[in-house]
DNA sequence: CTGGTATCGTTGCAATTGCAACAAATGTCA
DNA sequence: TGACATTTGTTGCAATTGCAACGATACCAG
């Protein structure tokens, strides 16, 4: 049965939780789930160019691309040339863009909060220790996609 | 950090995971996700509509049409008109897409089971539950949308 | 009956997507 | 230096998506 089919239920959950979280910042500041995970990176990591975000937030190059035109276009987000290498970006959020993201963070971490206070502590250990694993299998299978550099565990042992 | 925010990472795996599924179905069957749900579902549910589909599968009503369409000139599955009802279809595999879909649901079936083989049967059953108390937690929020009927738990206490 | 309402499946359409091709800039190595 | 490969960001394009509107059928109240 499909239903028990852990694929499709990891999917069914993961597209519910999305689509709920898009409200958060599609209503509030009618950006798409793209351009929040690129200003949500932005806000670590100022000053980077699009192949950065596209290797860390698990989005493809020109979903990138296009993200930050829009957010550019939008005054949230700074293109600048880099001065040492010509052909790379230096994009960073604007004055805007961080008012912004610190209106819309504060609800979706909310939400995220609202997602976890469903589980105890030893259950959220739990998800954290079996998606780990769930990546491990794929992680040896040359056929999956390579995880993003940034989504590798940083807590546990190296 | 995005890399910590639960529903990036629920969606970065379930992206994986369903990528990867899709090349199974998708290199030896050339069939895109909607039609292998579609699929999945007739070998369960035999002379459904397509409104029963989009139900059960998490799909929207265009969705469905559409992959059943593709399916049926591909000679997979056949629509025919209900007798009672002229609104309603009825749709069901027809040999072939049996054929088809006999060999393609072992090797998926065996991803399954290398995804699950990774986990033991505690993790496993964590799991289910994890992602079921994430699921109660939207089915409580009106802003959410709702969950498939097929989606729901069988087998606890009801 | 009959007018209004609900349901079913399909279609239109604008927007998004994924992938490949691309020009520009840099690096490499003889 | 100069030919060639690599990298970066963008663009083209075909396919998919989501949502709303639609015609057609069935239901239902008077």
Redesign the interface.
Known sequence: ???E?????????????????S?IYGAEAGISMAEW?VM??LA?CQEVSVREIHD???LDKPRVSRAVSRLTEAGLVAKTGSATDQRLLSISLTEEGQSLLARILPP?RA??R??????SPE?QA??S???E??????DT?P???P??R??LP?DAAE
């Open positions: 049965m499909l239903a089919f852990l694929p499709y239920r990891i999917a069914v959950l993961s597209e519910r939780i999305s689509r709920r979280l409200l995970r949500v990176h670590r860390c937030v698990n979706a939400y995220e609202r997602l976890l206070h469903a589980l259950e739990m998800l220790t079996i998606m694993k769930l990546h491990r299998v794929m299978d056929d999956a996609r995880r993003s940034l989504d940083r």
